[in-house]
């Protein structure tokens, strides 16, 4: 891949803005650590927001481990392009996916790649694929605060807010805490916190069990001083949705978790309603 010129580069940054444009709502969905189930709440906020009718992207930007096309059953699709650039992948009506997963000839192919490589990769799906209009684009993000989150919140314009997902134990919650100061330092909004993993409800006796704790995200937030979004609970049905390509929200609809994710939902379209900004008259 050869270096860009400067004019390319400038017409690069035209489209890039061009393309953010039309989509009206930006969240980018990060953690502190990995293993908190990111992933997994990034999917069934894009599939949940889409089943109530809005138009969605969900961009995976998790270069070395991207498990998107597998949780939404489209592993075997490819990226094609086209006279207005790289087309996404239609997964439903109105949702829409884009992942360095949809490039790889083989699901078993490592990406060995260095930051700037992932920099440029992430910044050209930002500037060449044709979205169209859209309500939403969510960014899953890798774990941490390098290279791909750092990416995505420099080179999106107007980014809505920034979703950290944590589990209760004190060590995600430490890691979640960082992010929240990363999104401040960018200058980016946080839309809130979710609490994910946040006690099991045994499937026969039905009692409560906290594996790992409770409450540390809700009381992150409140120190911080940004929004909570909700607690999303264990269930085991989890792994067989996401193994199987179907999101819980709709997998498991009515489920106590499933009733999770679309309380969270609610509140984060409550949070983009209010910071919509006022048209003048």
């Given at each position: 891949m050869?270096?860009?010129?400067?004019?390319?580069?400038?017409?690069?940054?035209?489209?890039?803005?061009?393309?953010?444009?039309?989509?009206?709502?930006k969240i980018v969905v990060i953690s502190g650590k990995?293993?908190?189930?990111?992933?997994?709440?990034?999917?069934?906020?894009?599939?949940?927001?889409?089943?109530?009718?809005?138009?969605?992207?969900?961009?995976?930007?998790?270069?070395?481990?991207?498990?998107?096309?597998?949780?939404?059953?489209?592993?075997?699709?490819?990226?094609?392009?086209?006279?207005?650039?790289?087309?996404?992948?239609?997964?439903?009506?109105?949702?829409?996916?884009?992942s360095i997963a949809f490039l790889l000839e083989d699901k078993d192919q490592p990406v060995i790649w260095r930051g700037p490589l992932k920099m440029i990769t992430i910044k050209q799906f930002l500037s060449d694929v044709n979205w169209g209009e859209l309500d939403y684009l969510i960014v899953d993000s890798p774990p941490g605060t390098g290279d791909e989150p750092l990416s995505v919140c420099q080179l999106i314009p107007d980014v809505t807010g920034a979703v950290i997902v944590?589990?209760?134990?004190?060590?995600?919650?430490?890691?979640?805490?960082?992010?929240?100061s990363f999104a401040k330092k960018l200058n980016v909004p946080v839309a809130g916190v979710i609490e994910n993993m946040?006690?099991?409800?045994?499937?026969?006796?039905?009692k409560r069990i906290d594996l790992f704790g409770t409450g540390g995200g809700e009381k992150s937030a409140r120190e911080l001083n940004v929004p909570f979004l909700g607690r999303i609970?264990?269930?085991?049905?989890?792994?067989?949705?996401?193994?199987?390509?179907?999101?819980?929200?709709?997998?498991?609809?009515?489920?106590?978790?499933?009733?999770?994710?679309?309380r969270i939902i609610d509140n984060i379209t409550a949070y983009v309603k209010r910071n919509e900004p006022q048209e003048s008259l």
């Open positions: 050869g270096a860009m010129t400067e004019e390319e580069r400038k017409e690069q940054d035209k489209r890039l803005k061009e393309r953010m444009s039309h989509l009206k709502h990995g293993g908190v189930g990111k992933t997994t709440v990034a999917v069934n906020l894009s599939y949940g927001l889409a089943l109530r009718g809005n138009r969605v992207g969900i961009l995976d930007v998790d270069i070395h481990g991207p498990n998107i096309a597998k949780m939404l059953g489209i592993e075997e699709r490819k990226l094609t392009g086209s006279d207005t650039g790289i087309e996404p992948i239609y997964v439903m009506p109105g949702l829409k996916a884009v944590t589990t209760p134990q004190d060590v995600a919650v430490l890691d979640a805490r960082k992010s929240i946040s006690g099991f409800v045994c499937p026969y006796c039905k609970p264990v269930e085991p049905d989890i792994v067989k949705s996401c193994d199987c390509g179907r999101p819980f929200v709709d997998f498991k609809e009515g489920s106590q978790t499933a009733e999770s994710i679309n």
